[in-house]
């Protein structure tokens, strides 16, 4: 019998992403340098998330024409991202064809109270998260795989690794916890029993987990996959450098590479100026994206 | 028997586990150099042109023509498989064009048409767990090549001497059999290659 949408098929798709680069892009000829510099898959958006920040107003899903130009551009998967809650925006990109659903914090959430129940979409999602428990609580309404937030379109890689380091210290946490701890642990972290269960037994997600939120830099990319990023998201890191091409070849090389601190150091030499970046602190409570979602 | 798993990008971790548990020993390939003392090696799954680009960048491109020179057996899975025909479909250039076949990229569709069915393949299992991602199918086995299996009617799986081909992923499954029928072709390529 054959069967679509399983758990299998929709976190089998991520485990083929894994050290490799997804980037964002906002036409097709972004999409073409991303795919030519050897992304894994691009995000197709309206506006890379530090000028959605720039902008203000209420961010939605993409104009469906940039989507379906990226769509027919490249060979690679494409993903998209709707907003919190937002299952028609969701609805609607998936009957469009799009590989890869983001329910994304960058975007204005639609539901203050509930996210998608992604298990009801044949096509997989990906959602970012600050901690275990979030990442878990993602992973029990259906997502496939995890990212961290970071602080989107800030080029400041200090949230993504504040999160990161989060998650695997309580991973490790709950990996070392006797099994009578499970349950008030679970209680803590506001986590579904069964995959805090799965964590302890594994010592790791269920699913593959990306870093995102601030890398602007090939040496950022490779930090990331030291603390245990299985992949790496660029959003505005890419096309908002001096030289995209060469930005976004050095960080995928600086991916695979993440040991060979000579190779980040050759490919790293004469890409001129990264994205302009933001100190976190300058960030006003209303316009820190992390703090969307729960 | 040691058995590297290219690891520029894709399911590295899944193949080793898997070739772990099917009995051999697996390692981890980035660098060239860690070819030299291989049996045999799986090209994963993943994205095939990343991979292609950096099989090009580190010089893999004349290692591994070396190597199958060597009549080592090597193994690709959906992109591995991709990466190791002489023919695609739609494009000018192969990557290795080591196996004499033609495929087709992204053959099925999209993500949401991706799937997982039990299939027949001859001399691994009459009941393997194949899952199909954005998967590639076999257009043609030329020469000598042998067609293992098949779903609605596309070719799916071949072997072409010391060269294997899976347009699905067995190692997204805890079923290590096709893994096994690998490593026996390894063994045989060993013993053809007896000691001088």
Same mark, same amino acid.
């Given at each position: 019998m054959v069967q679509v949408g399983t758990d299998r098929v929709k976190r089998g798709m991520a485990e083929m992403q894994k050290g490799g680069v997804i980037m964002d892009v906002v036409n097709a000829e972004q999409a073409k340098i991303a795919e030519a510099a050897g992304a894994v898959a691009v995000m197709a958006l309206e506006r890379v998330p530090s000028d959605i920040r720039a902008a203000g107003g209420v961010a939605r899903m993409a104009d469906l024409g940039i989507v379906e130009e990226v769509l027919k551009a490249v060979s690679i998967p494409v993903m998209a991202k709707a907003r919190i809650g937002h299952f028609v925006e969701a609805r609607v990109l998936e009957s469009m064809g799009v590989d890869y659903l983001d329910e994304s914090e960058v975007l204005t959430p639609a539901d203050d109270l509930y996210h998608i129940n992604?298990?009801?979409?044949t096509v997989p999602f990906v959602c970012g998260a600050r901690d275990l428990g979030e990442a878990l609580r993602r992973i029990g309404e259906g997502a496939s795989m995890i990212r961290t937030k970071g602080e989107p379109g800030t080029g400041n890689i200090v949230e993504a690794v504040r999160h990161m380091r989060t998650m695997q210290s309580q991973i490790r946490k709950v990996q070392s916890m006797s099994y009578d701890e499970l349950m008030a642990e679970a209680k803590t972290l506001g986590a579904p029993y069964d995959l805090l269960e799965y964590v302890h037994k594994?010592?790791?997600?269920p699913v593959v987990n990306f870093a995102a939120g601030g890398v602007a830099t090939p040496s950022d990319a490779a930090l990331m996959m030291h603390l245990g990023a299985d992949g790496v998201f660029v959003g505005s890191g890419i096309f908002k450098s001096e030289n995209p091409e060469k930005f976004a070849r050095a960080i995928v090389e600086a991916t695979t590479h993440y040991t060979d601190y000579e190779l980040i150091a050759r490919v790293s030499k004469g890409l001129g100026t990264p994205m302009t970046g933001i100190e976190i602190s300058k960030i006003g409570d209303a316009d820190r994206m992390q703090d969307r979602g729960w | 028997m040691k058995i590297g798993v290219? %690891?520029?990008?894709?399911?590295v971790a899944e193949h080793i586990r898997t070739l772990k548990q099917a009995g051999a020993e697996a390692v981890a390939v980035k660098k060239v150099e860690e070819l030299r003392d291989l049996d045999g090696l799986v090209i994963p799954g993943g994205e095939s042109t990343t991979i292609g680009k950096m099989m090009r960048k580190y010089g893999f491109m004349e290692a591994l023509q070396q190597f199958a020179a060597e009549k080592k057996p090597i193994f690709g899975t959906c992109a591995g498989a991709i990466l190791l025909a002489k023919e695609i479909v739609g494009q000018d250039e192969a990557h290795l064009g080591l196996m004499d076949i033609t495929v087709e990229r992204n053959a099925y569709g999209r993500q949401k048409d991706s799937f997982e069915v039990s299939l027949p393949i001859a001399g691994? %299992?009459?009941?393997f767990p194949a899952v199909f991602i954005r998967a590639p199918y076999i257009v043609e086995v030329r020469g000598a090549g042998q067609v293992l299996a098949k779903y609605d009617n596309k070719i799916v799986a071949a072997r072409d001497g010391q060269f294997l081909a899976a347009a699905f992923h067995p190692e997204l499954t805890e079923d290590c059999r096709f893994h096994k029928y690998f490593l026996d072709m390894v063994k045989e390529s060993r013993k053809d290659k007896a000691p001088v």
């Open positions: 992604k298990k009801e979409f594994n010592g790791k997600l | 290219l %690891a520029l990008q894709g399911a691994v %299992a009459p009941d």
